[in-house]
């Protein structure tokens, strides 16, 4: 069976506590991390809130979620880019509560609708559907940058696109809020006059407070056009235009404005994107109702994108504060989560904080400071190592500590984390893209680090042609480091130490050992017991190519940690997903929660992504409940947790035998037997195990009681009971006890395995005792019947009128004796003849029973 361990991860947090002397922190720049995020936002991904997740074929499997941040996501889910120059607006369209996506054109005639399949907190993008439900522009114009507001206060939704050059077409929804149908477009309804302004990107908000809705254009000058409705909320009607009101400015070209409250002061600021991918950021430093915008802020909240910004507000993931969505000029939708709050508000966040390095970040983790919890070390394609100490806020893993820890004299370099000389410090060994494995002993203390270079290639580790990728695990559990390394060429190699934990001898290398199979180039392993099953499983980065993925996961099927069997691998399993086409995983349990999370470089943008393994196992406990049943048995109760009773199977094992006894919550001992110890498994539909403490049973005497009742015969005896009260413990057998001559001493007569016994061999005419008790399977005895008195009798012929003659000698003690018929309703002559042939007494016996 699959009982849930305690999971470790095989890196040098499982070898030793460390220490490195404090480094003075400093942040990368803001600028370098806005780079960053531009570059981020060109790599498309499936991978957000609800993203598809792999077939999990894998017992128990974990349950991977990225990690909490705030990275640019380009075209998330099934967004695809459009024609160019993307115009988003994030609406609820269909009325179900949660944020759709419109991706209209700047130029084009598509208006794409990705409804969001999923909830309010992890939205799902479904394929677009073009021009949905009569949103068509008339033929000739082109332009869909839409916004859909209810502007005629009738519970719907109504839609404005910006076209080209032919203003704002309206088309009224004659539907309802959750089936919409949009009439033939109007152009400039309610007394709008959009002159000769182009490329219109209209957004709507109620910035006088007066209960209906005004409107800001932008438009190809950079400009922003207002339209104060001077209707009402069921009529509008639109005043003259005004050119940048309120303290707004010109931003260059292509202006497109987007209402949100994104300081939570409770009026509208307003964000502009430019054609030169510049956020304008214009805070509402007036009110709700007298608008007024300080100087714009360029960029802000580490915003940006390549070109022609284009952004849309809505609270995408249910967390309180406003996300963002931002097209660009290549058609692409860039998605921006808000990793501040309501009224601090950031979109460039890294997981835990985790430093920007250079391209090609290989993650190494483990406690490099001796307080607990696990540090990192990030190489890059520069030669940089980059250390970054975990200095937890609130619980939770921080990085924003970091420093360069080496600079190894080649580039692409991969670190390795343990304590490879057996001194009780972590070293580290570190492969190149030269091939070589350069060797950095730490000469300090496990308090106190020092890494100083010792060489390359030591301890027999041989360069095998470039961009060594090496992990150190002690993968036979021998209490040594071995080395499993990638290569610029295909598969995997281990360098088994036939050492010693203080002096490593590695093995000539095996290529693609324990099953290894269908691995490309440039990879890097990493080791630990992903599906908690008490043995090692693996992750392999690679590059991808042709038939590869750049992440595989191996399962190992031995079910022993000492030994591996790898069967074939799984692609980006368990909801991990495609976002490099170079990955390099390290496992590490970075939230102290049993769970093996995955850190994973990648090529691009000095990123490391971490997956949280959010796998939820069964936990059980079982108790005494304080009841008893009938049989005076206190009955046992299983406590399942993070699982609903319904969902998972409990069964109890005896503890000697391991064999099962029965399932459900509840459990009555006396199931065992006999006195024996057992305890119980939890088991969910996907494998996933926990097993109990384990208890004993000591067997109680069952309270059943025996009614016991006795006939005679001749020399024998025939015994019948039944048992009493409502306890049915099973009784394997009962004794049978006699005392002849009433003198009470009772000896045991015999045994029965059914409730009535036949007694033999009786002396005739002499009373006889007998009573019995039970012998429970529990090995328990019970208590005795009562006493049933017999004496046996001699028995006459059935025949009518037979003879029967028979020697009979009486007890000298006492001369009477019994005569029974069989035979109850016959009658018969009776005669005594003494030893000479003398009669001394003839009756007639008409009773069954005559007492001479």
């Known amino acids: 069976m699959k009982v849930k361990n305690k999971k470790t991860t095989i890196s040098l947090a499982n070898y030793c506590s460390l220490y490195i002397d404090k480094f003075n922190a400093h942040q990368l720049t803001r600028s370098w991390q806005r780079k960053a995020a531009l570059a981020a936002a060109t790599v498309a991904t499936s991978a957000f809130l609800g993203g598809t997740t792999s077939a999990q074929t894998i017992p128990c499997a974990p349950e991977y979620a990225q990690t909490a941040s705030a990275l640019p996501i380009t075209n998330p889910g099934d967004i695809t880019t459009n024609g160019g120059y993307a115009r988003t607006h994030l609406v609820d369209y269909d009325g179900d509560g949660d944020f759709d996506l419109m991706i209209g054109e700047k130029s084009g005639r598509e208006l794409a609708y990705y409804e969001n399949t999923g909830t309010t907190s992890a939205p799902i993008w479904s394929p677009a559907v073009n021009n949905p439900n009569g949103l068509n522009l008339i033929a000739g114009e082109n332009g869909t940058a839409s916004f859909f507001v209810d502007i005629d206060n009738d519970g719907d939704l109504d839609a404005f696109l910006g076209t080209e050059k032919d203003g704002l077409a309206f088309f009224e929804n004659t539907g309802t809020r959750t089936t919409p149908v ?127 910004a284009a952004p849309t507000f809505a609270d995408i993931d249910a967390d309180g504060d406003l996300d963002l969505f931002a097209g660009n000029a290549d058609g692409d939708a860039v998605l921006f989560t808000n990793g501040g709050s309501a009224t601090q508000p950031d979109f460039f966040v890294t997981p835990f904080n985790l430093p920007l390095v250079g391209d090609y970040t290989s993650p190494a983790l483990a406690d490099l400071d001796g307080d607990g919890d696990v540090d990192v070390v990030i190489g890059d394609s520069n030669g940089t190592i980059t250390f970054a100490e975990n200095i937890p806020v609130g619980g939770i893993a921080d990085y924003s500590t970091n420093s360069v820890l080496v600079n190894v004299p080649a580039g692409f370099v991969i670190p390795a984390l343990a304590d490879m000389d057996g001194d009780g410090d972590v070293d580290m060994l570190v492969g190149a893209g030269d091939g070589d494995y350069y060797y950095y002993q730490n000469n300090g203390s496990p308090t106190a680090s020092n890494f100083v270079l010792q060489g390359t290639n030591p301890f027999g580790l041989t360069n095998l042609g470039g961009y060594s990728g090496p992990t150190l695990v002690d993968f036979d559990n021998d209490g040594d480091v071995d080395v499993f390394s990638g290569t610029k060429g295909n598969g995997v190699i281990l360098f088994e130490n036939t050492g010693t934990a203080s002096a490593p001898n590695f093995a000539a290398p095996v290529f693609d050992p324990f099953g290894i199979a269908g691995v490309g180039s440039y990879t890097r392993t990493t080791f630990g017991d992903v599906d908690s099953d008490g043995d090692i499983d693996m992750f392999v980065g690679q590059k991808d190519g042709i038939g590869l993925t750049s992440l595989s996961y191996y399962n190992n099927t031995t079910g022993n940690n000492t030994q591996l069997d790898f069967a074939p691998p799984v692609d980006f399993p368990f909801g991990i997903q495609n976002i490099s086409t170079w990955q390099n995983p390290a496992l590490v349990d970075i939230n102290n929660d049993g769970n093996l999370d995955l850190f994973l470089g990648q090529k691009d ?111 024998t005896a025939t015994l019948d009971w039944v048992r009493e009260g409502d306890c049915d413990s099973p009784i394997r057998e009962y004794e049978v006890y006699a005392d002849p001559g009433q003198f009470g001493s009772y000896f045991l007569f015999g045994y029965s395995s059914t409730t009535n016994f036949e007694a033999v061999g009786l002396i005739n005419g002499e009373k006889i005792n007998f009573r019995v008790r039970p012998i429970f399977v529990n090995g328990t005895y019970g208590t005795y019947s009562n006493i049933a008195t017999v004496k046996p009798s001699i028995v006459l012929g059935e025949e009518d009128n037979e003879k029967t003659g028979f020697a009979f000698f009486p007890n000298p003690n006492n001369g009477e004796f019994n005569l029974r018929l069989q035979d109850g309703s016959a009658s018969a002559t009776v005669s005594v003849t003494s030893l000479s042939g003398q009669r001394v007494y003839t009756t007639r016996m008409l009773l069954k029973l005559l007492l001479i």
Not at 230 to 244: E, I, L, M, R, Y
Not at 299 to 308: A, G
Not at 662 to 691: I, K, M, S, W
Request: hydrophobic share 35%; charged share 15%; aromatic share 14%.
């Open 182 to 308: 949009y009439a033939a477009p109007v152009t400039n309804p309610f007394g709008l006059d959009t002159g000769l302004d182009s490329y219109l990107t209209p957004t709507f908000a109620d910035i006088d407070n007066d209960g209906d809705f005004d409107l800001i254009t932008g438009e190809f000058g950079g400009n922003s056009r207002f339209y104060l409705n001077t209707g009402s909320a069921t009529a509008p009607n639109f005043a003259a235009v005004q050119t940048n009101p309120f303290g707004l400015i010109d931003v260059g070209f292509s202006s497109a404005p987007s209402f949100a409250d994104l300081d939570g002061d409770g009026d509208f600021d307003l964000m502009i994107g430019e054609d030169n991918g510049t956020f304008n950021y214009f805070e509402n430093n007036g009110t709700a109702a007298a608008a007024a915008y300080l100087a714009p802020v360029a960029n802000p909240f580490e915003l940006e994108v390549t070109s022609y």
């Open 605 to 715: 943008d000095g990123l490391t992504r971490v997956y949280t393994n959010n796998k939820l196992f069964p936990t059980i406990s079982i108790a005494h409940t304080g009841n008893f049943n009938e049989c005076n048995v206190e009955q046992i109760e299983a406590t399942v947790g993070n699982y609903l009773p319904d969902d998972v199977t409990v069964t109890w094992y005896n503890a000697l035998t391991n064999l099962p006894i029965t399932t459900g919550l509840e459990f009555n001992p006396e199931d065992l037997q006999f006195r024996a110890n057992y305890y119980a498994v939890v088991t969910t539909t996907d494998g996933c195990t926990d097993q109990s403490s384990t208890f004993s049973y000591e067997p109680v005497t069952p309270p059943v009681g025996t009614n016991l009742s006795a006939q005679a015969g001749y020399n």
